[in-house]
């Protein structure tokens, strides 16, 4: 590999807004066949709305109050949700965020839940009849989160996130390139299935804890496959570290740009089999 055919490479790639920290990378970039794309902020938009609330006042009070103090996308979506109802929020006494699972909230010295169902299932909450709500939501790719007060389910709140538009494109050429593409969330299996499916994405991976991901790719690394880890999200860091090739979102955090190889302006996923073809025609030419 002659170096300067690497610095051409890297340089066209950075022309189109490909950010390949050293020549090397560019290098393995060529060798990859599997691509592990994270959902949320990645294939998605990242900015979920409220599309459906059950429960009375006090509980979408209770609710937007507890999530006030999440930095979670989710969150800001059903903090939004109550601001445009003119709901007033109160004061938080005390807040853990569960990873992966939802939130443990004081409020007003009422004990609030909000997250999934392994969460409320862990502190012996009864959804009843709630449960085919639940299965209805995530059917449509929604993210339905349960709210429990006091130890008793009080209503659901489901929030929608859109995939990027050019997502199936990217998908395809990916695997046009002989690329196997394989998605990662910690949400549910059946919200990432309908989300995958809307993307043209065959093999999930879903309600992987954000300390788990680096280990699910890991493993498809054993399998002996050269994988690239596609994200955006500090939960996603440590993968972007083992991967072969860590691709960040441009438009992600600081932390996930740090730890990756390639960066991606703007988020835009189109870049990446671009960032592909880009390696493949420069080291044809050097070898
Ligand atoms: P993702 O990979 O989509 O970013 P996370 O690992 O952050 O997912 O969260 C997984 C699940 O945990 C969410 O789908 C949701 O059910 C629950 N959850 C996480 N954060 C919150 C929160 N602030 N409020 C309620 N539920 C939450
Ligand atoms: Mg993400």
Redesign the pocket.
């Known amino acids: 590999a002659t170096p300067t055919s690497i610095m051409v490479g890297t340089g066209k790639a950075a022309e189109n807004g490909i950010l390949f920290k050293g020549g090397e990378h560019l290098e393995r970039t060529h060798e990859l066949n599997a691509i592990v794309l994270?959902?949320?902020?990645t294939i998605t938009k990242g900015k979920p709305e409220v599309t459906n609330f059950t429960g009375d006042e006090e509980t979408l009070q209770l609710l937007a109050s507890?999530?006030k103090g999440?930095?979670?996308?989710?969150?800001e979506a059903?903090v939004g949700y109550a601001t445009e109802k003119n709901i007033d929020l109160v004061e938080v006494d005390d807040f853990v965020?569960?990873?992966?699972?939802?939130?443990e909230v004081k409020v007003s010295s009422s004990h609030i839940l909000?997250?999934?169902r392994k969460?409320l299932q862990n502190h012996q909450v009864d959804i009843g009849g709630a449960e085919q709500e639940l299965i209805d939501y995530e059917i449509e790719g929604k993210?339905?989160?349960l709210i429990a007060i006091e130890g008793q389910y009080r209503g659901i709140v489901a929030v929608a996130d859109t995939i990027k538009e050019t997502a199936p494109q990217a998908i395809r050429e990916l695997k046009e390139e002989g690329l196997e593409v394989i998605m990662?969330?910690?949400?549910?299996e059946r919200?990432a299935q309908a989300i995958a499916k809307q993307v043209g994405i065959d093999q999930v991976i879903a309600?992987?804890?954000?300390e788990e991901k680096a280990g699910k790719v890991k493993e498809i690394q054993d399998k002996g496959k050269k994988v690239a880890m596609v994200g955006d999200?500090v939960?996603d860091a440590p993968a972007l570290a083992i991967a072969d090739i860590g691709i960040a979102i441009g438009t992600g955090t600081e932390v996930a740009i740090e730890a990756a190889d390639v960066t991606i302006l703007g988020g835009e996923l189109l870049l990446i089999p671009k960032a592909i073809k880009i390696s493949h025609a420069t080291i044809k030419n050097i070898r």
């Open positions: 994270d959902k949320t902020g507890a999530e999440s930095e979670h996308p989710l969150a059903i965020a569960i990873p992966g699972n939802g939130i909000v997250g999934n969460l993210t339905a989160m990662l969330t910690g949400d549910n919200t309600q992987v804890l954000p999200g939960n």
